[in-house]
């Protein structure tokens, strides 16, 4: 049992494990082939609770913890579901309008996310540039008590169904890092807003993935998150870290089930008249897996209990997603080998695990960027 885990979080587990598997296990083809979820996803998980775990309940929120955002993650995973972008919207753009709006802004954004009246999304990537972000072009200039919104933003989770989308726009195109502001947009209703293509990926396919254009886009003065312009950058470095711990999480439970998957397989198939786990190759491979896992389980824990006490800081979150996104990839790699040709069958949930894998260590700051960040504090 790890540390951070409690008897709440437990009867909570139940709650998220019988919701995952009622709402999310028997649609992922329906969902591959619209890239997308069902809109209703939302208000089904709203109702039961499922959304804004960790928001004060003043807000509408659950008035839990990241544990509880974990713990949700954790049962995503087992549930075998790669579309629901959940961890976008609660553990990552509920928190910025927690930790950076005002009470007003909480007050009118967070109950409604909390219901799934609004999908949430936060637009940073462009086309011309993703890790280099301080060099962002989308502009959002003041004029009077608006800000008008210029530019275009890529590979949005959640974007063709967000209601409300933070961007990182440049309020001072002058500037770099200080010349960046997040302004959120409604999206329903806004003149000049338009979404692109639902981008078609190589994995989670269901995950709504797009593209989002802003022409003019008019938005009220106090749609700024905070009260001050130029903040934005620092609000993204210090909200980045718990972006980078779920990534870590969904890592851990992703692989831990790929190789609970690959055990089943490899004792029940037979090669030569033995099961495929009866050769040393599978058994290495398998014991090595194992292995993997249960050393990213415990660093990934105390980054959880750091993170629980306040205390993660942005090294260890790199640290944290790097090494369990990069184990990740390896181990689903050895994993689907020991499928054989089934591995690559898209109706066998390693193949999935596979092509989901791949992303983790791209997005959310690639590897390399992790090992920047790092190295900047050795
Ligand atoms: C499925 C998916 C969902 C996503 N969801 C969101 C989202 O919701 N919101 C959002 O804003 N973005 C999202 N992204 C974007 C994602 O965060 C970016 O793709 C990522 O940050 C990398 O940026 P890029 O694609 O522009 O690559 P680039 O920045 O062009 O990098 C290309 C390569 O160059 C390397 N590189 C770049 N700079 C350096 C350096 N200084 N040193 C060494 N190597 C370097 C990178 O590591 C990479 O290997 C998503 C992406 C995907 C694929």
Redesign the pocket.
């Known amino acids: 049992m790890t540390s951070w885990l409690d008897e709440d979080l437990t009867a909570f587990r139940e709650l998220a494990r019988s919701f995952c598997e009622k709402e999310l296990t028997p649609n992922q083809e329906r969902w591959s082939e619209a890239k997308q979820v069902d809109r209703e996803l939302w208000t089904k998980a709203g109702e039961v609770g499922l959304l804004c775990l960790s928001i004060p309940e003043e807000y509408g929120g659950g008035g839990g913890t990241f544990a509880h955002e974990t713990v949700l993650l954790q049962e995503q995973a087992r549930a075998l579901d790669d579309a629901w972008g959940v961890s976008?919207h609660n553990g990552i753009v509920a928190h910025y309008i927690l930790n950076y709006g005002t009470e007003e802004q909480k007050r009118r954004w967070l109950p409604r996310m909390a219901s799934g009246e609004l999908v949430a999304?936060?637009?940073?990537?462009e086309p011309g540039?993703?890790?280099?972000l301080q060099s962002i072009k989308t502009k959002a200039i003041r004029t009077g008590d608006s800000y008008v919104v210029n530019g275009a933003?890529t590979?949005?989770?959640n974007g063709a169904q967000a209601g409300l989308v933070i961007v990182a726009a440049k309020t001072n195109p002058g500037e770099k890092a200080s010349g960046v502001s997040l302004v959120v947009v409604e999206t329903e209703g806004a003149q000049g807003f338009r979404r692109g293509r639902v981008l078609d990926?190589i994995g989670?396919k269901g995950?709504d993935?797009a593209e989002l254009f802003f022409d003019d886009v008019t938005i009220p003065a106090e749609n700024l998150l905070g009260t001050q312009e130029g903040q934005g950058f620092i609000q993204l470095m210090q909200q980045l870290p718990q972006e980078r711990l779920i990534i870590a999480v969904s890592a851990v439970a992703a692989m831990e089930l790929a190789v609970q998957q690959t055990l089943q397989y490899t004792k029940e198939r037979e090669a030569f008249g033995r099961p495929l786990f009866g050769f040393q190759n599978t058994k290495f491979t398998l014991a090595e897996a194992a292995t993997e896992v249960e050393v990213s389980k415990a660093f990934l824990d105390q980054c959880i209990t750091r993170h629980l006490r306040g205390e993660l800081d942005v090294t260890g979150a790199a640290m944290a997603k790097m090494w369990t996104t990069e184990r990740l990839g390896k181990v689903v790699d050895a994993c689907l080998q020991l499928f054989g040709g089934y591995g690559y069958m898209n109706e066998y949930p390693i193949a999935k695990a596979w092509t989901s894998a791949r992303?983790q260590r791209?997005?959310?700051?690639?590897?390399?960027?992790m090992k920047?960040i790092i190295a900047r504090t050795l």
């Open positions: 976008v999304a936060i637009a940073m990537t540039t993703g890790s280099d933003k590979f949005i989770t990926k989670m995950q993935t992303v791209i997005f959310g700051g690639t590897t390399e960027i920047e």
